[in-house]
């Protein structure tokens, strides 16, 4: 059989619509394959549902290249609002914009997820080969008779269903990786942050106005905790709170009316009357776990796990969904590369991402003390200053940690090396330096040279 008859005859069964496998669909379908999409949800297209796990996320440069690959960017385009840096409210109610790049290109952008994973499952549909099927679970999986069991779930009926192919995207409580656990399957972690999440909203001022600042990423930093703000398209704004789940100020403690009001009243003065429904927001929204996934085996068998289901990370580096991304563009690469053989793909997919991962989701731990916390810090300025100017200097071999995350392709396993090396030459340079006039730059040109070989061309954007 020639490889196009195969791709013709192969078909792939992917569980989970979300953003990851639905952009998963589009590739496949563009390379041939048939390919079934099932997900216990109903279509967000037809249903008005929560869009999940937060109603707007940041897009960055590896989600953008994925969209680009599968020719859909100029329609996301008009999706998105570019961030260009965090606008940090302190608590007199000052404001501090601290610019994330220092192109004209090196922003963020904001995007609803309900909009996002339509436009996928659209695109997906367009190529002709992907089906969806809604509201239908996946409760059971049999990998050496290679059969799925669904559940439908208006009827409750059970299906069980073959399959050659079986990629997995259903998420951070992926039930595929429990079923694998329970086969005996070994090496998967799932580890709950002490904090948790509750969104609650800015509405648009008068004729959609903004009432803040449309093109920044808000933080109210506070220490342990913190409130962030993205624009939404109608001029809106989801406005998250982060916090610990107990102690003195927590879920556990701020519980009545009373208490939300006199905590925002207190803390986050300049916001609370931005938010008129504060505490409908806060007793009817969920409050959302955050947590970290790590798995040893990403495969087993044709069966392979990607996304959030393989590697769930805390929200902090507005990198989950553009990993997930990356982890797309990356199946198709590799599918180029071995011709489209599975077994290999499978192996070498899972081989080269699990590092890659586990450094997203430590990095992604770290932004977040580094949001509630150090944007506050004049010492975290100074080096943030520092980085940019060593840059300009040596823009293949110094580049920011948060720009070489957010900006470039730059394998995350390799950016949390490098950054480490960067921090020890910032803290350097920075000892006893109060101001950037007083830093000695033949000594920065000394550790850049000694320390940081440059960064392969193809990682950079
Ligand atoms: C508060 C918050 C803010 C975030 N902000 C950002 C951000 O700014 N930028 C960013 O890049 N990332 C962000 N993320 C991370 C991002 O949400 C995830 O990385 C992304 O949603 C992962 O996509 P996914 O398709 O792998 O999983 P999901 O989006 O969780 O989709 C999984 C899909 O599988 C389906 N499913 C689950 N179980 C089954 C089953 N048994 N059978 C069938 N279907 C099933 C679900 O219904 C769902 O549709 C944020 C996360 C949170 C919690
Ligand atoms: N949100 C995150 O970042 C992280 C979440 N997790 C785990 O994922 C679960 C779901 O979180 P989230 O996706 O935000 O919530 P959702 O509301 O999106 O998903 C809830 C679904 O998760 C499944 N679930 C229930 N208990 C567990 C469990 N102990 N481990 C894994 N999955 C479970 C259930 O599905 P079913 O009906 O199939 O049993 C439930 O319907 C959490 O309970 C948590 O254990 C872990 C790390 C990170
Ligand atoms: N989208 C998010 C959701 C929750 C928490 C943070 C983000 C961010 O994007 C933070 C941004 N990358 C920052 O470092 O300022």
């Known amino acids: 059989m020639s490889q196009t008859e195969l791709k013709q005859t192969e078909s792939i069964t992917l569980i989970g619509a979300g953003l990851v496998g639905s952009l998963m669909s589009i590739y496949l ?13 109903p279509d967000i297209r037809k249903t008005s549902i929560p869009a999940g796990r937060s109603i707007n ?7 953008i290249r994925a969209l680009q690959q599968v020719g859909i960017m100029d329609k996301a385009q008009k999706l998105l609002i570019p961030m260009t840096g965090r606008l940090i409210h302190d608590i007199e109610g000052n404001l501090n914009l601290q610019p994330y790049g220092q192109k004209p290109d090196e922003v963020i952008h904001s995007v609803p997820r309900a909009g996002l994973v339509s436009l996928l499952r659209d695109e997906a549909e367009a190529t002709g080969n992907v089906t969806f099927h809604f509201q239908q679970k996946l409760v059971g999986l049999d990998p050496e008779a290679q059969t799925f069991t669904l559940k439908d779930e208006v009827t409750d009926n059970e299906s069980e269903h073959n399959y050659q192919v079986l990629l997995s995207a259903d998420g951070a409580g992926s039930r595929t990786r429990r079923a694998l656990e329970k086969l005996g399957i070994k090496g998967f972690s799932s580890e709950l942050l002490e904090h948790s999440y509750k969104e609650l909203s800015i509405p648009p001022g008068d004729v959609h106005k903004y009432q803040i600042e ?7 930093p506070r220490g342990g905790y913190m409130v962030i703000a993205l624009p939404n398209l109608d001029g809106s704004f989801t406005v998250t709170l982060f916090m610990p789940n107990k102690g003195p100020i927590s879920f556990s403690e701020i519980d009545t009316n009373d208490k939300v009001i006199d905590f925002f009243k207190e803390k986050f003065p300049d916001l609370v ?18 947590g970290t996934v790590r798995a040893k085996n990403w495969s087993h068998k044709n069966i392979l796990l990607f996304g959030d289901a393989a590697h769930a990370v805390v929200p902090f580096h ?42 997203i989701a430590d990095m992604a731990l770290e932004n977040y003390v580094e949001m509630r916390d150090s944007v506050r810090d004049p010492k975290f300025k100074l080096k943030k200053a520092i980085a940019f100017k060593l840059e300009q200097q040596y823009p293949t071999q110094f580049i920011p940690r948060y720009s070489m995350v957010t900006f470039h392709h730059i394998p995350y396993a390799e950016v949390f090396q490098r950054g480490k090396v960067q921090a020890d030459i910032l803290t350097e340079l920075t000892k006893d330096k109060h101001t950037i006039e007083e830093i000695d730059w033949s000594h920065a040109t000394e550790l850049v040279q000694k320390h940081l070989a440059p960064i392969s061309k193809e990682f950079l954007n």
Not at 57 to 63: C, F, K, S, T, V
Not at 214 to 220: D, Q
Not at 274 to 289: A, I, K, Q, R
Request: aromatic share 10%; hydrophobic share 35%; with cysteine.
């Open 29 to 41: 379908g563009q390379r041939g394959y048939k390919v079934d999409v099932y997900d216990k949800l």
């Open 57 to 63: 996320l940041a897009l960055a440069n590896r989600g």
């Open 214 to 220: 449309k093109n920044a990423l808000h933080i109210w």
């Open 273 to 290: 009357d931005l938010l008129p429904e504060l505490t409908e927001d806060y007793f009817t929204n969920p409050t959302g776990v955050l």
């Open 318 to 359: 507005g990198q989950g969904m553009n990993c997930g991304f990356e982890d797309c563009s990356e199946m198709n690469r590799l599918l180029n590369k071995h011709s489209d053989d599975w077994s290999k793909t499978i192996e070498e997919f899972a081989d080269i991402r699990r590092d890659n991962a586990n450094a």
